[in-house]
């Protein structure tokens, strides 16, 4: 807003404004002079500022009369607020061709100091009046205010994601959202009819709340004292959707009067998480009419994006399902999982229902900003009988929840979380991704019939910015999950991690070699009714034909990885995994345990147990692998999927779910 404010002047009698420390009224003598005017002069007292606009030869001194022009302007301003009512003063006289006075205006000022401050260097203090507090640039040496989706809940009887609630219920709720101090001096009230006002748009209501704090003396350590006595009304709400615009008390004196700022929504296809809030000084007219803004001051905030955490990030807490059958898993996992050093969450039948696909219910990720952040869950729009674990056993306090509703759009299995993945960070072409990428998987592009994740979910996805999706093709999986033919483990050298990619070129040449060396009637499956010789496979050509259009799939992926994450083929290890082509559907599933789909658990890997043919008591299948990963100094543990998830067309990684540490890097610190 500009930082001149036009004001009018009376012939022959005094009038009054507010003037904004630092902001300049104009004064066009014009409006007000007599008609014979020829001359002027300003007298003024010490604490007001005059500066003279004019093509006319203007004197240093304006007590003596100068020349008048039609195009003459005063600029007014004041150094330091004022300590009572119209405490400084300024006069024009109007002179004619002789030098008598033609009449006078007299303006009697009232100074203060206006600021509305934010965290814009963030830093997590709330600096006075910051150059950049009304914008956002990205970057190291950014600026911007950041406020974080208040999606957690601190209810303790009531279970709810806090943004539903229109007021606080805790005090505890405010360390979730973002200060912001209205700092005031003046004298101790504003001269009759003034008032100061906060608002927002129409636009914005929907995304943003405000609280102001009753009292100005609270700390942040008296904050955390105050529990069960805390009151609503002690944070009365000030703006939301019903509300643009409130009326703020001015306090008097050098005060702050603290607001909490809560957001609603992430950005998304039609919100970019930018936000303005205003503060306006309203000047009275005339009694029966209303009050109107002489001075505007406006704040920005971004919205804080939701972000996924990758492989290598280090793991906190292990979830799986128990139903009645899958007991060797849960084994298997429990072993690794207490090796690892890391929690484990089980969650039972009464609350799975038999659905142990904790992969492709949700996906956890994360918030942040200078002052706050936590663990958010993302609830996939899948809503198998796991639907309810997300909200009821995951939010809480410190650990927020969001979905997307496909209302209008037909869910399918690519809308399972087991299809969203994010890779480590990479560098591209010379363009930092510091948070990795976002996987998802898709249709075939020049397929116009194929199932696709929902847009509602994919637009989300897009519109966080910071860990910008690459889509891949996995519609030619009967499931249609990313995580069925590839995954990152970390690595101690190149960019710190190797993508795994599932292979039937890699499964065909560890067969062919054990057939080479006299193995060929080994068999897989071995003690299952699913056994198969080596020999038989490698002599079925229709087998061979499905594999090879697998291979095809999945290079064309290749590829396309290869180019979105800046991988070199060292980057890149291909796991032997074959698959068989369902030949209604005409889509791919593993054929034996899909050692891709796995869990990383930092340098521990819990791979599904493939059953490959015995090799001197060895699973060759397992060898392969174990000669590919530990030189990487990751270990390799084998865990029995095969009857609980395997032949229900999932693996390990579907199974099961980690949540992790966030990243070192601060989102607000990359180059966009």
Not at 397 to 415: C, H, I, M, Q, W
Not at 518 to 538: A, Q, T
Not at 642 to 655: D, M, R
Request: one cysteine or more; proline letters at 6%; glycine letters at 6%.
């Amino acid at each position: 807003m500009s930082s001149f404010r036009t004001v009018r002047l009376d012939l022959g009698s005094r009038s009054s404004t507010v003037c904004v420390v630092g902001r300049k009224l104009t004064v066009h003598l014009t409006r007000c002079a007599p008609l014979k005017s020829k001359f002027f002069s300003v007298k003024r007292t010490p604490n007001v500022q005059c500066q003279v606009l004019s093509r006319a030869q203007v004197e240093t001194s304006l007590l003596s009369p100068q020349p008048f022009s039609r195009d003459t302007v005063l600029l007014i301003s004041m150094e330091a607020a004022s300590l009572h009512h119209n405490d400084s003063k300024l006069s024009v006289r109007f002179y004619g061709e002789k030098s008598e006075i033609l009449g006078y205006a007299v303006l009697h000022l009232t100074a203060v100091e206006i600021s509305l401050d934010v965290d814009a260097d963030r830093d997590g203090i709330v600096e006075r009046n910051s150059p950049n507090k009304a914008s956002w640039k990205w970057g190291p040496d950014g600026h911007g205010a950041i406020l974080l989706v208040n999606c957690d809940s601190e209810s303790s009887y009531l279970k709810q994601v806090d943004s539903e609630d229109e007021e606080l219920t805790k005090v505890s709720d405010l360390k979730d959202m973002s200060k912001m101090i209205l700092r005031t001096n003046g004298p101790s009230a504003l001269p009759e009819g003034y008032k100061l006002c906060l608002h927002i748009s129409q636009a914005d209501a929907e995304k943003v709340r405000i609280f102001r704090a009753k009292t100005t003396k609270q700390t942040e350590a008296s904050l955390k004292n105050v529990v069960l006595g805390f009151f609503r009304k002690d944070y009365p709400l000030v703006l939301n959707k019903k509300q643009l615009a409130n009326q703020v008390p001015y306090q008097g004196g050098r005060s702050e009067l603290v607001f909490y700022v809560e957001g609603l929504r992430f950005p998304d296809k039609d919100f970019d998480g930018l936000l303005t809030i205003s503060l306006s000084l309203l000047e009275p007219v005339a009694k029966g009419f209303p009050e109107t803004p002489v001075f505007t001051d406006k704040v920005m905030f971004r919205v804080a994006p939701w972000i996924m955490t990758p492989n290598t990030l280090k793991p906190l807490e292990v979830f799986v399902c128990s139903t009645s059958d899958n007991y060797e898993f849960l084994k298997g996992i429990k072993q690794l999982v207490q090796e690892s050093g890391h929690k484990i969450k089980i969650c039972y039948e009464y609350m799975n229902r038999g659905d142990r696909w904790m992969q492709d219910e949700l996906e956890f990720g994360y918030i942040d900003s200078p002052h706050q952040g936590f663990p958010v869950v993302l609830d996939s729009p899948r809503d198998g009988n796991l639907k309810d674990f997300p909200y009821d056993v995951l939010l809480g306090p410190d650990f927020g929840y969001v979905t997307r509703y496909a209302s209008n759009e037909k869910v399918s299995s690519l809308d399972s979380f087991g299809n969203l993945e994010v890779s480590p960070p990479v560098t591209v072409n010379g363009k930092n991704y510091p948070l990795g990428r976002i996987i998802i998987g898709v249709a075939f592009p020049t397929t116009s019939y194929g199932r696709n994740m929902t847009k509602v979910v994919q637009e989300f996805l897009w519109a966080q910015k910071v860990q910008e999706p690459i889509a891949v093709y996995s519609d030619w999986l009967m499931v249609g999950h990313v995580d069925e033919f590839m995954t990152f483990v970390p690595a101690p050298d190149r960019k710190g991690f190797r993508m795994l990619l599932a292979s039937p070129d890699a499964a065909y040449k560890v067969l062919r070699t054990l057939q080479n060396n006299g193995h060929g009637n080994l068999k897989l499956f071995p003690g299952k009714e699913e056994e198969v010789s080596i020999d038989e496979l490698l002599s079925n050509s229709g087998f061979q034909e499905e594999n090879n259009y697998v291979q095809r799939c999945i290079d064309w992926n290749r590829d396309l990885l290869k180019q979105e994450l800046g991988l070199d083929e060292e980057d890149i290890i291909d796991l032997p995994v074959l698959f068989k082509v369902n030949p209604k559907m005409n889509r791919a599933v593993a054929f034996y345990p899909d050692m891709v789909n796995m869990i990383v658990l930092g340098k521990n890997l819990g791979i599904p147990k493939p059953f490959g043919p015995q090799v001197d008591g060895k699973c060759a299948l397992e060898t392969a692998v174990r000669s590919l990963l530990e030189p990487l100094g990751l270990n390799c543990s084998f865990i029995d999927d095969f009857t609980s998830y395997h032949v229900l067309l999932g693996e390990v990684h579907c199974g099961s779910n980690v949540l992790r540490e966030p990243f070192a890097c601060k989102w607000w610190d990359l180059e966009l």
